[in-house]
Each structure stands twice: as structure tokens, then as C-alpha cells.
């Protein structure tokens, strides 16, 4: 999912992919999951009729993401019951949403969890609710069930599978001097200055605000780290976690994809703690925790609503919608919202819009997402070195590998599966007309010739594809970042709103709105996108 785009030609990938035309044109398959006409209707000049029902519900949640999602859990836990949350898609989770494919579930978006850390305290919380970890003899347990099974990571280098993503095998003594020196870096940076996630409870310090200046690329210079492999496994952290590489993102954000979790290992290096690079992960990935939040919301959740303008006023909100299906225009007033929205979209419908949130929305970068869900009648033969794992990845491939959705099964035997392939395009000056104007076929082709590298069978064993087109995934921090979100967060804090550890971003000049998403933090993951959205949720019950 991010990356130099690999383009290659009909004739190119028939030969990669060493499948027939007539193979080829058997995979069925087609784009799901996410209406981008819906979402472009916002781009038509919006109904000026009057509106053909009107609503009142004490708070409304606009957007069904993880954020609006816990800030509906939020309410709930307060005893807050009136209120109503409306979502653009079918379905709620955003990225998190999770499919089925050929009976098997499988994600949409994003595929797992990390053990949250102190600073991530209502996600903690919230996964205790769940059952999911619990205290034993004074140590925090997580349901096995749920813990990614082993082995979790493998990449596919020199022509064979070797275990973890670094690449080592028969790397030179050069390459793992170089991995020692950003080892050391890394370690020196969690030394001078916090890492939180969620950034909120970062310590903004000098530190970081300078690592916040420049790109990666530039600090990765600056410290003479310039070794190829090293080079290919940032690139691929970036683009994992940010949908851009080195080249687009900051400094800050470079480090801290190492320095808020569990750092950074050099070969023969171990870490402080043995689990903290476990992740949580389900056959459907964050789907299955976008369920839970949505199950007992019944009724009050409103689906497939373009909400095309967001009024604030003295004594209230007004939400005007179009019910998609039916072509309704709908007026929902409340006293109160929590727009769960992301930035750019929110600074286009609010009007007026808050002077935070404009100055969050200009210079935001956002970063187009392929995922592709390949449904197999049978296993893939493999090349020799480590064992089939979760998460595959193939070095300098356009894509960032792929995960099996059948691997968290018990089953002893392996058999069909859907293959979850990414592909971020924030690199990429054209990744957004890319993603929307090719072809299903020409994805389809693509992802064969990468993948057919490893799996020369794949082809003769893929049943469908559906593919999934997220044209604004998730924020790229890019440099400034990091400076925009302590601006924010200070402006949040003086408008004396706090009722949790978090801040919730209420302004002076939009008492009436609390905001929630992801892209407020500067990049997109759950615990960021849970966090606002609880917090928003218990400012306003």
C-alpha cells in the first residue's frame, strides 16, 4: 500500500504470473466494500428543497468510524442514550471494517492490534470490558485466542522465505553495523523524549519538534544511515503504518513508529519485554472489534447518510443528510455533536467552520489504500526457508505483502483461505486517479505478477478477487505534524473541556461540536481514532 507504484504491462504480468488469459479471465471478482459515487455526491451542489422529514435527538455522532464508534460507547457508558450516529457506508468501522469472502471472513482494512500500552489507557480498559486481557498474579493476560499465532512475520528474500521482516540472511557485516547504529539512535531518542500513543500524552519536546521539521529521508542522511536493506525495511515501516516513505514523512514519525512500541531490535538484540511485539488479530482483522462497538447500538445506528452540511449554532446543531436508497433529505437537530469525520471533509461541511479545524485541514496529506481479498480453493505451494506465517511480505515488491485469514484457525490441515494483499499509493503524485480510474482487471493483473514471484500457482488456485479502494485511507505526518497537534491540543485545553486523561477537542468558537478522528493525531491507527472518540463521547455526556 504505498510505495513506487509497480506498473507493469498485460504481457509483462502473464509472464510473472506464468498463468493463461484463459486463467486469467476464470478469477472472478469486482471493486466492494467502500461507494465512492455515494461519497462524490458531495461534490454536486447540494438540494435546496426543503428537507422531506425532520429529526431531533439530544447528540449525534456524524461518522461511523472507530472514533465516532467509541464516542458512541462513551455516551452509552455515561447512561446517555439519545442519540443517533450517521454513517456514510453500508456498514460501519471504516478501516476497520471486516468482510467475508467465499464464507471466510477475512478484513477490509486493518488486521490488527497491538497490546496498548499505559498511555493507550481507555483502549486497555476497554479490552478488559471485552475479555480480552485480565489480571493474573499480578500480571496483565491476554485470551490466547486472540493473540496472533506463530509464526507471525516471514519475508521473501534472495528466492526463499526467511522469518522476521529485517532482512538478514547473508546480509554483510556493513548492513548489520548499520542496523546496530539505528538500534542505538533509537534507544538514545526514547532516552531524551516520550513516544505516547496516543500522541496526545507525547511530551512534545524541543527533541522531537525538530525531528518534526525535517523528512526521514533527511534525518536517516544527516546520521549517514544509507545502507540498502536497511533503507528497503524503513521504507516498508512507513508505508505500513503511514501509507507514504521516508522521503514524505517526518523525522518525528520515522522514530516513533520504533519509539512508542518496542523499539528496535539489531539481529542477536533482544527486547525488554518478549511479548511487546505481539499484536491481537482476528480472521477479519479490526472488523471483529468494529462489530462489538456497533452491536448495541440497534436502532440508533443510521446508515448510508451523505451528511452533506454541519451547522453549529447558539442553542444547537443542524445536520442536513440524504438518506442514499431511498433519495430522503433529512434534518436531524441535536443540541449537541461529535463530528467523527476526517479533517478534510469536516472543514468542507461545517460551516462555520472552527479556526482549529481549518488550520488542521490546510496542507493535510492523505494516502490512497489498495486491499485486495484473494480467495484460494486450496494452499499455495512454498518455496523453501520459514514456515507459512500471518503476515508475508515479499522485499521490494510495490505492495506491502500479504496476511492469511485462516491462520489464527486451529485446524492442524491447511486448506482454502483468503489471502488479505495491501498496497498503499501515498508515494505515488497520482495514486488517487490510479486507484479510481484503473480497471478491476489491471489490479488483478498486478497483484498476480508480485505475488506470482513467490507463488507461481497462485493464479491456477485463486478463485476471486475483491478488491477495496480507500482514496483518502489515512493522514501522512508529514513535517509539521507533529507542531499542528500540539497547536491543537493546546487550543482544546483552553476551552476547559476535560473530563477524561485525554483532552477532548472541544473550541472556544465551536462549544457545541466535539471532534474525533484519527487524522487530528496526524496518522491513522486504532488506538489514536478510539482514544479522541472516547474522549469526545464522555465530554458530551
Known amino acids: ?65 472507530i472514533a465516532g464508534l467509541a464516542a458512541a460507547r462513551a455516551l452509552r457508558r455515561a447512561g446517555h442514550e439519545d442519540f443517533a450516529l450517521l454513517e456514510l ?70 528466492g526463499h522465505w526467511q522469518a522476521g521482516l529485517l532482512p538478514q540472511d547473508g546480509v554483510g557485516e556493513g548492513t548489520r553495523a548499520q542496523y546496530r547504529r539505528f538500534a542505538q539512535l533509537v534507544r538514545a531518542a526514547r532516552q531524551a523524549a516520550h513516544y505516547a500513543i496516543p500522541v496526545q500524552k507525547s511530551a512534545f519536546a524541543p527533541a522531537q519538534l525538530a525531528q518534526d521539521a525535517i523528512t526521514f529521508e533527511d534525518w536517516l542522511n544527516q546520521n549517514g544511515l544509507t545502507d540498502p536493506l536497511l533503507r528497503w525495511y524503513l521504507d ?36 525488554d519485554d518478549d511479548e511487546d511485539d505481539t499484536v491481537l488479530t482476528w480472521p477479519q482483522g479490526n472488523g471483529w472489534l468494529a462489530e462489538r462497538l456497533a452491536a448495541p447500538l440497534g436502532d440508533r445506528l443510521q446508515a448510508a447518510r451523505v451528511v452533506g452540511r454541519i451547522t453549529p449554532g447558539r442553542h444547537g446543531v443542524t445536520v442536513d443528510a440524504l438518506h442514499a436508497p431511498s433519495g430522503r433529505l433529512e434534518r436531524w437537530q441535536a443540541r449537541q455533536a461529535v463530528v467523527a469525520l476526517p479533517v478534510w471533509l469536516a472543514a468542507r461541511l461545517i460551516d462555520p467552520a472552527p479556526a482549529a479545524l481549518r488550520a488542521r485541514a490546510q496542507g493535510l496529506r492523505t494516502a490512497p489504500w489498495l486491499v485486495a481479498n484473494l480467495r484460494l480453493r486450496a494452499p499455495l505451494q512454498d518455496h523453501p526457508g520459514a514456515a507459512p506465517a500471518w503476515d508475508n511480505v515479499l522485499y521490494g515488491a510495490a505492495g506491502l505483502g500479504y496476511v492469511d485469514a485462516m491462520h489464527q484457525s486451529l485446524s492442524p490441515a491447511p486448506g482454502p483461505t483468503v489471502l488479505t494483499y495491501y498496497r498503499a499509493l501515498g508515494d505515488a503524485p497520482d495514486g488517487r486517479a490510479q486507484l479510481l480510474q484503473r480497471p478491476w482487471a489491471h489490479w488483478r493483473d498486478a497483484i498476480l505478477a508480485e505475488l506470482g514471484t513467490a507463488h507461481p500457482d497462485l493464479a491456477d488456485k485463486l478463485l476471486r478477487i475483491d478488491l477495496v479502494r480507500y482514496g483518502h485511507a489515512m493522514a501522512v505526518p508529514t513535517p509539521g505534524a507533529l507542531r499542528q497537534v500540539a497547536q491543537v491540543r493546546a487550543a482544546a485545553a483552553a476551552a476547559g473541556r476535560a473530563r477524561t486523561e485525554t483532552p477532548p477537542l472541544v473550541f472556544d468558537d465551536a462549544p457545541r461540536l466535539a471532534f474525533a478522528h484519527a487524522d487530528w493525531s496526524g496518522y491513522s491507527i486504532f488506538e489514536e481514532a478510539f482514544t479522541l472518540g472516547d474522549a469526545a463521547g464522555a465530554a458530551l455526556a
Not at 504480468?13 to 461519497?39: K, P
Not at 499505559?118 to 480498559?125: I, L, P, T, Y
Not at 491476554?142 to 499465532?149: K, P, S, T, V
Open 1 to 65: 500500500m504505498r510505495r513506487r507504484t509497480l506498473l507493469v504491462s498485460s504481457a509483462g504480468v502473464l509472464g510473472a504470473a506464468a498463468c493463461s488469459r484463459q486463467t486469467l479471465d476464470a478469477i472472478e471478482g469486482g471493486f466492494t466494500g467502500i461507494s465512492h459515487e455515494r461519497g462524490h455526491l458531495l461534490r454536486q451542489p447540494w438540494p435546496t428543497r426543503a428537507p422531506d422529514v425532520t429529526r431531533q435527538v439530544h447528540t449525534l455522532i456524524v461518522g461511523g468510524g
Open 89 to 158: 457506508e453500508d456498514s460501519v468501522g471504516g478501516n476497520s471494517r471486516g468482510t467475508q469472502v467465499g464464507g471466510i471472513a477475512c478484513p477490509q482494512g486493518a488486521h490488527y492490534l497491538p497490546l496498548p500500552g499505559d498511555d493507550a489507557r481507555a483502549v486497555q480498559d476497554w479490552l478488559e470490558e471485552l475479555g480480552l486481557r485480565r489480571r493474573v498474579a499480578g500480571r496483565w493476560r491476554y485470551d490466547e485466542l486472540a493473540l496472533c499465532h506463530s509464526p507471525q512475520e516471514r519475508l521473501f528474500f534472495h
Open 236 to 271: 516498508y515501516c512507513c508505508r505500513d503504518d503511514y501509507g507514504a516513505g521516508p522521503g514524505a514523512v517526518s523525522a518525528w514519525a520515522g522514530l516513533h513508529y520504533f519509539a512508542s512500541r518496542h523499539g528496535f531490535q539489531a539481529p542477536g538484540e533482544r527486547a
